[in-house]
């Protein structure tokens, strides 16, 4: 097991003067499915919005510590964001496709990195699809226009289009929270596929859809990490007390 | 209190209210439609194609108004080539860079101030600076650049309501997957407030089309024989040639004057129906 | 290739950067080239007879006294009717009338807003004039009266668009509250709603008259033209000269550099000093009225 990504004393503050991380050290290991959970507030989305730089268009008023993918800081202001935001794809809670055709939201970011092989970008646009186990319901309607599609299907396509930038590192932050069961279900036996080739970070939406998806579990709890483990022990026999009250639902 | 407050009669009162501000919203609505039908209803009778297409001749009393249809719409497209790009730039700017700070509301302070500067202060400057200063003479680059500075805080403030109108995820999903801010910008949030900006683009040029007092010292023309050769010539221009031939030309028919009003009442509205019609259908087809 | 487009990045950044700070500069450039061709002025003509009731160029009495109380008359008979036709109209747009009226009505107060001034004007000659001539009894038609009626009708979509938008804005709790405590829409309208959008409503009467002042081309030809210090309401029905009006009317005959030429030019200083006070103020008022709704709503 390779730690791909290794936090060192993480903290945060943003300008409105909310403290959103404390101090939080943690390694991630390369494909496995981690999942950071706690209620909200807590820091989880926070830390994602770190590992791909997208808190850059926040107002943060202070931050210190460091990141480390692949043995490289970062937070260090010499990083190339494009490539690191590449490399570390995001999927977001509310599924939010850009108002154009599927083809197009998948082709979205492999376009603005300059490729324009129609037969290169074809075969993101079906690999990555697969990928997210969508392929075969809208093969047929790739030129609709995105938005057409359910909430569910919307959100796969959001996911393909971060697979289709093959990136190492996928970021999820709730995505399954406005979908019904069935949508949910899909989406998660996707993500269990994609553990094989990616590293994936998840915040799930419940306790009991980071007890069905963690290969390791990260306990959040205002802005501090409590509790970071193996997904198993962790849910069944927690070592802290916060911990236990959280899984066991007495508060959150 | 209580019982003035609860008495019988309150209901009385209320639509007695009704009825008086109803009554002040026809009286302020009914002399714009009266406007306008009447100067259409005067001014027909005058239009025919020699009226439009032909030179004014016998001092203006009679002939056609072609130079001031061709100078009005040059000196519309030349307004629109400096404040266009300007104004959806510095509209860009407030609402995908600035910061909330200092500059940035001095700016915005800024913008208020061009709009409420009265229109022949406007006049003033462009003479100042474009016909003296630079050396542009009266001409129709003079007066198009001095109605652009005019017309730029309308196109200015509705082009950044309209791309503040944009969803935010739009702006995080585009970055997220490694677009530049310019890319986010030109790929998706431009093309999503392309009706609202073309909205506000139209309704400044519509008042650029209309006004006289910024370009009576800067590039009008009581009367040019022929058309301008080049953006260095004057121009004749509808709304100061209606006002030249209603107030400076003794014995003038009056069927020209209407005819000219409605001329220039046409090419106004036109824009404005345009830009009403982009607006309505723009919000129906909206999926965001 | 990613270095050429952090570059094509960089430039285009500071473009739009610059095009953002225009505005700065160019009521900079407006200030400093009134200042430059106005101040002359003040060494060409001593204060007293500037500050004199004759204006007659030609024999060198730059009185502006006139100009600036006939620009007031005519503004202030504008405001008496743009303030109550406008803020009336907005407050039947906002709280009364049905949602299809609503539709029709915003959209036309909005071409009243567009109608070129010139047009105005000459209708003014051609109908209103001549009208009012007869209906009053005057010697002429062409009064700051009817440059008022004409100039209020210019204010009105400015005085409606931001009050309506002022009214707009308050909570609808506001009045929901209003009508659960037994008040008709009647009583809301006018202890709840106009109250609370009181200094929005402010702003509607200030941008309109600033609009009023600035108006040239319907003033200039309709109010007669006649320089002459206005004393009295009375003066309401006889001709008058606005400050606008003079330089519109007198610019195209001067010779560059002239000392008529300098008055007219600190004429216009004085015209946009006016308008930067009346904005500054207006927006003051409504940066405020806006933390003010931000503190309630947070």
Known sequence: MVDKIIIENLSLQYSDGTESLRGVSMEIRQNAVTVLFGPAGGGKSTLLRCLNRLNDLTEVKASSGRILIDGENILDPKTDVIALRRKVGMVFARPVTLPMSIRENIIYGLELMGEKRKSKLDEAV???????????????????????????????????????????????????????????????????????????????????????????AAFFLTGELIEYGDGKTLFTNPKQKKTEDYVMGRFG | MMTKFLSRNRHTVQRLGFSVITLVAVFTVLPIIGTVIYILVKGGSAISWEFLSGFPHDGMRAGGILPAIIGTLYLTLGTAVFSVPLGIAAAIYLSEYARDNQVTRLIRLAIINLAGIPSVVYGLFGLGLFVLFLQFGTSILAASLTLSIM????????????????????????????????????????????????????????????ETAPILFTGAAFFLPRLPHSAFDATMALPYHLFVISTQVPEMPIQIQYGTALVLLVFVLTMNVIATVIRSRARARRQW | MEKSLSWREFIITRLIQASGYSAILFVALIFFFLLREGLPTLSEVDASSLLNFRWYPIESYFGILPLITGSLVVTLGAALIAVPFGIGTAVYI?????????????????????????????LGILVLSPFLRVFLDLPTGLTAFTGSLLLGGIAVPTVVSVAEDALDSVPRAYREGAWALGATKWQTIWRVTLPAAKSGVLTAVMLGVGRAIGETMTVMMVTGNAPVLATSLGSLFSPVRTMTATIAAEMGEVANGSTHYHVLFFIGMVLFIISLVVNVIASSVVFRAKKRAERILS
């Open chain 1, 126 to 216: 079906e690999r990555s699809l697969k990928l997210s186990a969508i392929w075969d319901e809208i093969k047929d309607r790739l030129d609709e226009p995105a938005i057409a599609l359910s909430g569910g299907q919307q959100q796969r396509v959001c996911l393909a289009r971060v697979l289709a930038l093959q990136p190492e590192i996928v970021l999820l932050d709730e995505p399954t929270s406005g979908l019904d069961p069935i949508s949910t279900g899909k989406v998660e036996a996707a993500l269990l596929e994609l553990k094989k080739e990616y590293t994936v970070i998840l915040v799930p939406h419940s306790v009991q859809q980071a007890a069905r998806t963690a290969d390791h």
């Open chain 2, 151 to 210: 017309t730029l805080p309308v196109i200015i403030s509705t082009s950044e309501e309209a791309l503040r109108a944009v969803p935010q995820s739009f702006r995080t999903v585009s970055i997220s997957l490694g677009a530049t801010r310019w890319q986010t910008i030109s790929r998706i949030i431009l093309k999503e407030a392309l009706p609202g900006i073309l909205t506000g683009v139209i309704l400044g040029l519509e008042r650029a089309a209309g």
């Open chain 3, 94 to 122: 906002s709280e009364i009338a049905p949602r299809w009226m609503r539709e029709i009505l915003k959209p036309l107060v909005e071409l009243l807003g567009g109608l070129p001034s010139v047009v105005l004007g000459f």
